[in-house]
């Protein structure tokens, strides 16, 4: 017999009060069952008179992370979490929430409709559904503008930001904060102290003077939102829910906000930021089984450029030390004012205080003598991107680290294999590929080589998550995932473009797609020196018979790098500009094609974005059958996190389940007969196409 599921509302009382604790580990998700047990337990406590007041609490150090996203694909069964809050809210006997550990969309809710919270100091508090593409549809939308004021509760829901118990009290959210230790006893206190009859009351609105600043808050955001080319659909319609909560009395406004909630549940913006947000869950487990990390407190970042430099500011940014070596003293001073500045500038924002700015420093030390990474635990090379460069450095890492620190290459396209077998801990080698801005920038391809040992590949994993950063495991080859695939679609463009596209039409019709930046104008923020010098580099192994556009080199040859020389592919007459369209460059493109015998066609922007995203299907569907990538959402969560492409689509292996594998190899097929080295499909993908499968299968356990 299968054994029953555990209750999910675990209820005792305590002196007349009814202690209600959610019971769904780890994060008490309010799926169909919690919710229709909560609803009955509030029901028969009303019914109750041994029953005085009621707490509400998390069982096991959460108290919600909210409604089970799982459910939304799904038909869902009432009660609603809307259901739930309003019986809440109409309850005779008081009802305290008592919030540690996170309290999140429905979760907080759920909260919003007692009559007092209180909260752990350490609490997170928010309503975070619009990352979902979602708004909070629990009486969220109604009841926070109700309790802390329209222009309060407007940034918190449109960013879906969460605050701690402090801030959250400072806000008017919580009564009262208190040590976790003490948040039943004193919820139960509460309880009886509002048996008096001493209720908060709810204002109903928010007093003249409240409803002009929000309705000024909401117009001001309207309008932003409108210049937006992608705004959500969720964030439009959040603002008329908190509109209606200023102009509308409350029930009418949860019925407001119901339909405005199955809106944004329909919406393909939900489904493609539900599935990134899988992808990521799914991208971040350990593939090392069941090793366990080794412990990591000191880093050493080798390298004080773009990358160390930033790569040290992540380190310090997450609690841990950072020795920073350099080849001279004088790198090694650049290296730690380029450490330095990025702190000022996040002081002169105002995003980091003095103390905090100081505190981290505090736990940067300096050399040039490798001997200062001799009790370092992890190592993070950050040299120049040349094998032999590499090479002295591992070397001298492995004279000089203790046996069991993990040694870590953030090169972007060497052969790591070959950089392990030239010492003797190969098992200790491991690739650790930051994005730029390192500090900033969430992916973290964690590259693993062929004899490299579990325990550093689950540490690799446990450090993402300390960082804050979005791993995602990587196979060894040119370029890993992202990059290998960033390389043939940029190709694609660049075909187009000497087909006839210009550079600023490519870029505008992605923009449209949802890319902030097009190909070109990333390339001159990036520079174009760069992709130069590695393009000189390999020419002497380039395949003779591959197509080969070189618009970019004489670009180059003209020292227009982009941005920083004021003109690349557009022109940059001020600083921070962004860019105009430059005549001499299309001149130039048009050189190009007269040189190569190749006559102008035009392309439509849907012609664009079709070719772009075959080219980067195909060249991803190679990557799986590489097992460069385990699985399709791995590719998704890299091309999101570190390249750019709209989350909200959920990432290009979801988009091309959207679009339908038939229709992208019939488009491969078509584009195969003007080159079809270039553009023939791969097997994986014309398999799936004719097995009339999706990418989405493959990210299930087989
Ligand atoms: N629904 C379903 N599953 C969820 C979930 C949710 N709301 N939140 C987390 N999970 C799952 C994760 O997928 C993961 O599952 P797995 O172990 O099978 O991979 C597991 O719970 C643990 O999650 P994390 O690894 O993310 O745990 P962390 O401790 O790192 O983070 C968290 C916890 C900050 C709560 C993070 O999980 C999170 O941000 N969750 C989403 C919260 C959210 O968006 N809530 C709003 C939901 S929509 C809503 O409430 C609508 C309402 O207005 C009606
Ligand atoms: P960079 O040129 O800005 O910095 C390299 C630093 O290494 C310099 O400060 C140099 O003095 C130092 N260095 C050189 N030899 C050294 C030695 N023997 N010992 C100690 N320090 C030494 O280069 P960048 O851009 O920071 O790149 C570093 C690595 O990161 C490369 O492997 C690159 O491929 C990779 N990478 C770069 C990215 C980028 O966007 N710039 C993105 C991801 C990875």
């Known amino acids: 017999m299968p054994t029953p599921e555990p209750s999910r509302i675990l209820a005792t009382q305590q002196d007349g009060v009814l202690l209600l604790g959610l019971n769904h580990p780890p994060l008490n998700t309010l799926d169909h069952a919690l919710r229709q047990q909560l609803y009955e337990a509030l029901q028969a406590a009303a019914q109750d008179a041994s029953v005085q007041a009621i707490v509400l609490h998390g069982a096991g150090g959460n108290f919600s992370a909210g409604a089970d996203i799982r459910e939304f694909g799904q038909p869902r069964q009432p009660p609603w979490a809307g259901d739930v809050a309003q019986l809440i809210e109409a309850s005779a006997k008081p009802v305290v929430a008592a919030l540690q550990g996170v309290a999140l969309g429905g979760g907080l809710e759920l909260a919003l409709a007692a009559h007092a919270r209180i909260g752990a100091a350490d609490a997170r508090?928010?309503?975070?559904?619009?990352?979902?593409?979602?708004?909070?549809?629990?009486?969220?939308?109604?009841?926070?503008?109700?309790?802390?004021?329209?222009?309060?509760?407007?940034?918190?829901?449109?960013?879906?930001?969460?605050?701690?118990?402090?801030?959250?009290?400072?806000?008017?959210?919580?009564?009262?904060?208190?040590?976790?230790?003490?948040?039943?006893?004193?919820?139960?206190?509460?309880?009886?102290?509002?048996?008096?009859?001493?209720?908060?009351?709810?204002?109903?609105?928010?007093?003249?003077?409240?409803?002009?600043?929000?309705?000024?808050?909401?117009?001001?955001?309207?309008?932003?939102?409108?210049?937006?080319?992608?705004?959500?659909?969720?964030?439009?319609?959040?603002?008329?829910?908190?509109?209606?909560?200023?102009?509308?009395?409350?029930?009418?406004?949860?019925?407001?906000?119901?339909?405005?909630?199955?809106?944004?549940?329909?919406?393909?913006?939900?489904?493609?930021?539900?599935?990134?947000?899988?992808?990521?869950?799914?991208?971040?487990?350990?593939?090392?089984?069941?090793?366990?990390?080794?412990?990591?407190?000191?880093?050493?970042?080798?390298?004080?450029?773009?990358?160390?430099?930033?790569?040290?500011?992540?380190?310090?940014?997450?609690?841990?030390?950072?020795?920073?070596?350099?080849?001279?003293?004088?790198?090694?001073?650049?290296?730690?004012?380029?450490?330095?500045?990025?702190y000022q500038r996040q002081q002169d924002k105002g995003k980091l205080s003095a103390e905090a700015r100081a505190r981290r420093l505090a736990r940067l030390s300096a050399a040039t003598d490798y001997a200062a990474l001799a009790d370092a635990d992890l190592i993070v090379e950050a040299v120049f991107e040349d094998m032999d460069v590499k090479s002295q450095v591992y070397a001298e890492l492995d004279r000089v680290c203790r046996p069991g620190a993990i040694l870590a290459t953030n090169t972007s396209y060497l052969d790591i294999n070959e950089l392990a077998r030239r010492i003797s801990r190969p098992q200790d080698v491991i690739g650790l590929h930051f994005f730029s801005p390192a500090n900033v920038m969430k992916l973290l391809e964690i590259v693993v080589p062929e004899q490299v040992s579990d325990d550093v590949v689950a540490t690799s994993f446990a450090l993402a998550r300390r960082l804050g950063k979005v791993p995602v495991r990587a196979g060894v080859c040119d370029g890993f995932i992202g990059n290998r695939i960033l390389y043939v679609y940029r190709e694609a463009a660049n075909y187009m473009m000497e087909d006839g596209a210009s550079p600023y039409q490519i870029d505008q019709a992605l923009e449209r797609f949802g890319y902030a930046m097009g190909p070109f104008r990333t390339a001159d923020l990036t520079g174009g020196d760069i992709g130069w010098a590695t393009r000189k580099r390999k020419a002497a192994t380039r395949p003779p018979e591959a197509r080969y556009v070189r618009v970019a080199d004489r670009l180059c040859e003209r020292g227009w790098f982009g941005q920083k020389t004021g003109r690349g592919y557009y022109r940059y007459p001020e600083r921070g500009q962004r860019g105009q369209h430059d005549p001499e460059v299309l001149a130039l493109i048009d050189e190009e094609r007269a040189a190569r015998g190749i006559e102008a066609r035009a392309f439509s922007d849907e012609d664009i974005v079709r070719r772009y995203m075959a080219a980067l299907v195909n060249e991803a569907s190679k990557v799986l059958e590489d097992g460069i990538a385990l699985r399709p959402a791995d590719i998704d969560t890299a091309l999101v996190n570190g390249y750019g492409f709209p989350r909200w689509r959920g990432g290009p292996m979801k988009y091309a389940d959207d679009v339908g594998l038939p229709a992208i190899v019939a488009d491969l097929e078509s584009y195969a007969k003007e080159d079809a080295a270039f553009w023939a499909p791969s097997a994986l993908l014309r398999r799936l196409a004719r097995e009339g499968a999706a990418f989405g299968k493959l990210n299930q356990p087989q």
């Open 125 to 342: 508090l928010g309503l975070p559904e619009v990352k979902l593409g979602l708004l909070p549809g629990g009486g969220g939308t109604q009841r926070l503008p109700r309790l802390i004021g329209a222009a309060a509760a407007l940034p918190l829901m449109l960013e879906g930001r969460d605050v701690d118990g402090n801030a959250a009290q400072a806000l008017g959210l919580l009564d009262e904060v208190c040590d976790k230790a003490a948040l039943l006893d004193a919820a139960v206190r509460r309880a009886r102290a509002m048996l008096d009859g001493a209720r908060p009351s709810r204002p109903g609105t928010d007093g003249e003077a409240g409803k002009q600043a929000g309705l000024a808050a909401i117009a001001a955001q309207r309008e932003r939102l409108a210049a937006k080319p992608h705004a959500l659909p969720a964030q439009r319609l959040l603002l008329d829910c908190i509109q209606a909560a200023l102009e509308q009395p409350l029930e009418a406004g949860l019925q407001f906000e119901r339909q405005a909630f199955l809106q944004c549940v329909a919406s393909p913006e939900h489904r493609g930021l539900a599935h990134a947000f899988f992808a990521e869950k799914l991208a971040g487990k350990s593939p090392a089984g069941q090793a366990r990390p080794r412990p990591v407190q000191k880093v050493g970042v080798v390298g004080g450029g773009t990358m160390g430099a930033g790569i040290a500011v992540a380190m310090l940014d997450a609690g841990l030390d950072v020795v920073l070596i350099e080849r001279d003293a004088a790198s090694l001073q650049a290296g730690q004012d380029r450490i330095g500045g990025v």
